[in-house]
C-alpha cells in the first residue's frame, strides 16, 4: 500500500462509548494495531472501509490520542527497539506541554497507547510516571498515587535491611 | 387530541422517563468509576514498563511501595538493576542463589563461620558472580584468597576483618604464594586488619580507606602504600603508631593524592609522615584533619599544602603559637572551612581566617566553649570572612550574633542558646540583608511564635525559613 501518496484519505474511528472521530490515514497508521489491520484490508480497502471500532478506548482518551497522532503524523517514528536503546533524554516542548494532564486521564492513556501500539506516545507516557516517582521516598510515592500501604513492619524491615547496603554503595 | 389527557398515562410516562434517566445515570456513573484508573489497575506489564525507566536507587524506593511493586520489581528482570546476592548468617546454611541471574554486588552479612562448605557454594555459582563489581563481607577466616579469586572484575571492595590472619611475615617464608591481581579495583575499605591487603595487587586503586589498625599492621599496610600508583583517595581513621619506622620505611610515593583525611592517629611517626605528605603539598584539594595528631604534622600540612579547596578541621589542630600564623602564606583557595570539637579559644582561629580570606562556606561546631563575652572575636568576624554566603553555626550564643555583619550572606543554619528580643533579630536582618535560607534552632524553648513573623517582615529575599 503506498502510504506517502499526497491525498490523505479520512478515516473514521469509534470509541468504546460510541463516539466517533475523524482522522486521516497518515495520522492512524501511527498506530501499530491500526497499521496491521489496514495492510490486513489491502490496497484499495481504505476508501470502502467503514469506521474502525476500538473497544478498549474511550472517547476522552481516543481524543487526547488523536491529538497526539495528527501533531506527529509527519515525524518519523521510532520503533520500540529504537525506544528501549535511548539514552539521550531530550523530550519535544510540545510533548512535554502536552502530558501536563490529571494523572487518571495518563494511566488511560498509558492503556491506550499500548493498546493501539504507538511505541513513542507509550514511551512518554510512562516516561511521565516514572520521572514522577523517580527522587522520591515510598510514603511520598504512595501519596502521590494514592496507593495503599500492605506491609507489615515486620515484612517492611526485612526488605528495608536488603535495600539498606545497595543504597549505602 | 391533547385535550383528552389520561393522567394515568402521563404519570406512567413521566415514571418511566424519569427511570430511564436514573438508569443511564446509574451506568455513567458506573463507567465513570470504572474509569476513574489508579496505578494499581493498570495491568503489570505497563507498570513493568514504568519501572523500566527507572534508575536504580528510585527502583530501591518503589520497591518498598507495596506487596505488588515489591514482587513485581524483584521478579523481573529489573532484578539486574538491583542486582543483589545478599547472604546473611541466617540465610547461608540454606543459601540458594537464582542461577538465572547475573549479580553485581555481593554482601555477606554477619558470616562468623566461612566454610568450606560456604566456598564451595560460591565456586558452584561461579558464573552467576564473575560480574560482581561490589563486594562487601566481615571476614573471620584466613581463606580470603579463595574468596578473593571469585571476583576477578570487582571495583569496589569492603573488608572488615576480626580474625587475624597469618601475619605476611610468616607468609613469605613459609610458602611461596601468588598474589591475586584486581586490576579492576578502584576502592578498598579495610577495617580490623590489615592483612588481607598482602594477597592482592591492586594497580589501579583509585582510593583507599583504612580503619582501626593495630601497630602490628604497619608493615603490610607500608607494603601496600608502596605499590600504589594511582592513588587519589586515602582515608586514615583510628590508627596507633601510623608509619612506625621499626615496621618499615615508607618510599616516596609514585601517586599523587586529592583527598587526605587523617582523624585520630596517635603516636604517629611523624618524620615518615612528612616524609610521605611532601610530594603531593600542591595535589591534595580535599583535607580532613581530625583529633589526636601530631603537631609537627598539622604544622607542616598547614604551612604547605596551598591548594586546599575544602578543608575539615578539628579546633585541635591548630597550632597555638601566634608566631606560626606569621609565617603562613596569604592563601584565597580555601573555599570551604569546617570546624570541629569544642572551640575554647577563638584567637588561633582568626589569625587562621587572616590569612585564608576568601572562605565562601563557614561550618563552626560546639561554640558554648567560648567565654559568652568573646566581643573581640565575634567584631572581627565579619571583616575576617567578608566573602561568606553560607553559615552554619552550632550553639552560638545569640547575643553576638547581633555582631555578625555579612553582604553576602545567602544561607543560614544557626543553633543559638540564650534568649534573644525581638530588636535583636531585626537588627540581624538588618546587617544581613540578602539572606534566602533561614534556619534556626533554639538550644533552649524561646518566644518562638512570633520569630518567623519577624524575620520574614525583615528580609526581602526570603524563601525558605525553618524553626524547632
Not at chain 1, 497508521?29 to 467503514?50: A, R
Not at chain 2, 588561633?348 to 565562601?360: A, S
Not at chain 2, 540578602?434 to 524553648?445: D, G
Amino acid at each position: 500500500m503506498d502510504i506517502d501518496r499526497p491525498s490523505d484519505p479520512q478515516v473514521s474511528v469509534v470509541s468504546s462509548d460510541g463516539t466517533m472521530f475523524h482522522t486521516t490515514l497518515k495520522s492512524i497508521l501511527l498506530s501499530g494495531t491500526i497499521k496491521d489491520m489496514i495492510e490486513h484490508i489491502g490496497e484499495g480497502g481504505v476508501e470502502n472501509m467503514g469506521a474502525i471500532p476500538l473497544q478498549n478506548v474511550d472517547s476522552k482518551t481516543l481524543e487526547i490520542v488523536i491529538k497526539w497522532i495528527e501533531h506527529h503524523k509527519d515525524n518519523i517514528q521510532p520503533t520500540s527497539e529504537e525506544i528501549k536503546d535511548k539514552t539521550a533524554d531530550f523530550i519535544d516542548p510540545w510533548d512535554e506541554n502536552f502530558l501536563e494532564m490529571d494523572l487518571d486521564k495518563l494511566y488511560n492513556l498509558i492503556t491506550a497507547a499500548n493498546y493501539l501500539n504507538i511505541p513513542q506516545l507509550l514511551w512518554l507516557s510512562t516516561r511521565k510516571i516514572a520521572m514522577l516517582i523517580k527522587n522520591r521516598t515510598p510514603q511520598e510515592i504512595r501519596s502521590l498515587f494514592n496507593i495503599e500501604d500492605d506491609w507489615t513492619p515486620q515484612e517492611i524491615e526485612a526488605v528495608q535491611k536488603e535495600n539498606q547496603w545497595c543504597e549505602e554503595k | 387530541m391533547t385535550r383528552f389527557i389520561n393522567f394515568n398515562n402521563l404519570t406512567t410516562i413521566a415514571l418511566r422517563k424519569r427511570k430511564n434517566e436514573t438508569e443511564i445515570d446509574d451506568r455513567m456513573k458506573k463507567r465513570a468509576r470504572f474509569n476513574e484508573m489508579t496505578i494499581n489497575s493498570m495491568p503489570n506489564e505497563l507498570l513493568w514498563e514504568i519501572f523500566s525507566l527507572l534508575d536504580r536507587d528510585s527502583l530501591l524506593n518503589a520497591n518498598l511501595v507495596n506487596k505488588n511493586w515489591n514482587n513485581l520489581i524483584c521478579s523481573t528482570s529489573l532484578v539486574e538493576k538491583i542486582d543483589k546476592l545478599y547472604i546473611t548468617a541466617e540465610k547461608v546454611d540454606n543459601f540458594i542463589p537464582d542461577l538465572t541471574r547475573k549479580y553485581t554486588s555481593v554482601r555477606f552479612d554477619d558470616i562468623v563461620d566461612w566454610s568450606s562448605e560456604l566456598m564451595e557454594q560460591l565456586k558452584a555459582i561461579g558464573k552467576c558472580i564473575t560480574n560482581v563489581t561490589f563486594v562487601e563481607c566481615v571476614f573471620f577466616g584466613n581463606d580470603i584468597i579463595n574468596l578473593l579469586q571469585m571476583f576477578p572484575y570487582c571495583k569496589f571492595m569492603e573488608i572488615s576483618c576480626c580474625y587475624e590472619g597469618c601475619t605476611p611475615y610468616e607468609k613469605y617464608t613459609s610458602f611461596p604464594f601468588r598474589k591475586v591481581e584486581m586490576k579492576s579495583l578502584k576502592t578498598v575499605v579495610l577495617r580490623g586488619y590489615s592483612w588481607p591487603l598482602s594477597y592482592i595487587s591492586t594497580p589501579n586503586l583509585k582510593r583507599l580507606e583504612v580503619e582501626t589498625l593495630g601497630k602490628e599492621d604497619q608493615e603490610t599496610l607500608i607494603i601496600f602504600l608502596n605499590t600504589l600508583k594511582e592513588l587519589r583517595t586515602l582515608h586514615l581513621v583510628d590508627i596507633h603508631d601510623l608509619f612506625d619506622s621499626r615496621c618499615g620505611t615508607i618510599r616516596t610515593p609514585k601517586f599523587k593524592l586529592k583527598e587526605l583525611l587523617m582523624v585520630n592517629l596517635p603516636l604517629m611517626d611523624s618524620d615518615q609522615m612528612i616524609r610521605f605528605l611532601r610530594h603531593m603539598k600542591d595535589s591534595v584539594t580535599l583535607l580532613e584533619l581530625g583529633s589526636e595528631l601530631n603537631v609537627r604534622v598539622c604544622e607542616y600540612i598547614l604551612l604547605n599544602f596551598n591548594n586546599i579547596y575544602s578543608l575539615n578541621i578539628d579546633y585541635e589542630c591548630f597550632p597555638r603559637a601566634r608566631s606560626f600564623y606569621q609565617k603562613m602564606e596569604m592563601n584565597k583557595n580555601l573555599k570551604y572551612l569546617a570546624l570541629y570539637g569544642n572551640m575554647r579559644s577563638s584567637k588561633q582561629l582568626m589569625y587562621f581566617l587572616k590569612r585564608n580570606t576568601c572562605v565562601e562556606e563557614l561550618l563552626m561546631s560546639e561554640l558554648h566553649g567560648l567565654h559568652p563575652n568573646n566581643y573581640e572575636f565575634w567584631h572581627q568576624f565579619s571583616s575576617l570572612v567578608p566573602n561568606l554566603h553560607t553559615l552554619c553555626v552550632r550553639r552560638i550564643n545569640v547575643y553576638n550574633m547581633v555582631f555578625i555583619k555579612l553582604k553576602n550572606l545567602k544561607h543560614l543554619d544557626v543553633e543559638y542558646i540564650g534568649y534573644a528580643t525581638c530588636n535583636s533579630w531585626i537588627q540581624f536582618c538588618l546587617n544581613n540583608p540578602k539572606i534566602e535560607s533561614f534556619h534556626i534552632f533554639a538550644r533552649y524553648q524561646d518566644y518562638f511564635k512570633n520569630i518567623e513573623y519577624i524575620i520574614r517582615g525583615s528580609l526581602n529575599h526570603l524563601n525558605d525559613f525553618f524553626s524547632n
